[in-house]
């Protein structure tokens, strides 16, 4: 059965730290892992990550794939209260068809 | 451009009652997806459309159907609601077979949905 588990599940920090999202995946027929991040409402999308071992960067986030052990972290360094949010991973088949997410890592940015 | 749509933004029912949630996209996206969210379980997905007149179960698909009415717009009706079926329900969309950022989902802005 594919699945996608993420840790820490929740995650308490200070503005300023750096942190580090896990996600391992067993998703059938495996082309990409995705996160987003959601606030209040939808999720919006951070990264898509495709080939193993390249760095994705979006100013203080980046990503990076690991096909050979079926993971991927999200760094967020330097955080802010904006940050806070939860972070959703998920792996995606050759299709494009089946989406699976993880549970969510819940971040909290202390000022 | 709106991107993904839903109505309603909120909905409670009782138990039996039947609604149907709509969703919308004007991305020409041959993709659409229903998810539902509870609290510590991520997104599950209940149904998905490859593309317009094909409709597939997804991971949670009972209580639910679903209607691809045209290449825009996907519905997901519970024909006798139960309160298990409490939730936020994301109607999502994407254009897989495109380069770049193929299978990146959009969502709409979701469903409440409170069955007495």
């Known amino acids: 059965e594919d699945k996608v588990v993420q840790s820490p599940l929740s995650l308490v920090v200070h503005e300023g730290d750096t ?8 998703v059938t027929n495996f082309r990409s892992l995705l996160w987003y991040k ?12 495709t080939s193993s071992g390249i760095e994705k ?9 690991d096909k050979k052990e079926l993971f991927s972290i999200l760094n ?25 997410f993880g549970p969510g890592t819940r971040l909290s940015v202390l000022p | 451009n709106a991107g993904v749509t839903q109505t309603p ?10 609604m149907t949630l709509q969703c919308a996209q004007d991305m020409n996206h041959n993709s659409m997806y229903w998810y539902r969210q509870d609290p510590g379980m991520g997104l599950r997905l209940i149904y998905y459309s490859a593309s317009e007149g094909t409709t597939d179960k997804g991971e ?5 159907n679903v209607s691809r009415l045209n290449k825009r717009e996907f519905s997901l009706r519970l024909e006798s ?14 254009d897989f077979r495109s380069s770049g950022r193929a299978n990146e989902q959009f969502f709409g802005p979701g469903t409440r949905l409170t069955v007495l």
């Not at chain 1, 959601?38 to 990550?49: D, G, R, S, V």
């Not at chain 1, 802010?80 to 995606?92: E, I, K, R, W």
């Not at chain 2, 933004?9 to 039947?18: E, I, P, Y």
């Not at chain 2, 609601?81 to 994407?94: G, L, M």
Request: charged fraction near 10%; glycine fraction near 8%; proline fraction near 4%.
């Open chain 1, 76 to 100: 967020i360094t330097a955080t802010q209260t904006g940050d806070s949010a939860v972070y959703l991973c998920a792996g995606v088949d050759n299709y494009g068809q089946n989406f699976v």
């Open chain 2, 9 to 18: 933004k909120f909905q409670v029912l009782k138990t039996g009652q039947s």
């Open chain 2, 81 to 94: 609601a139960a309160p298990s079926q409490t939730s936020v329900y994301f109607c999502a969309s994407s």
């Open chain 2, 60 to 64: 949670v698909p009972n209580g639910y």
């Open chain 1, 19 to 26: 942190v580090t999202l896990n996600c391992s995946y067993e």
């Open chain 1, 38 to 49: 959601q606030e209040k409402k939808a999720p919006t999308f951070l990264f898509m990550l």
């Open chain 1, 57 to 65: 960067k979006s100013g203080r986030l980046s990503s990076i794939l």
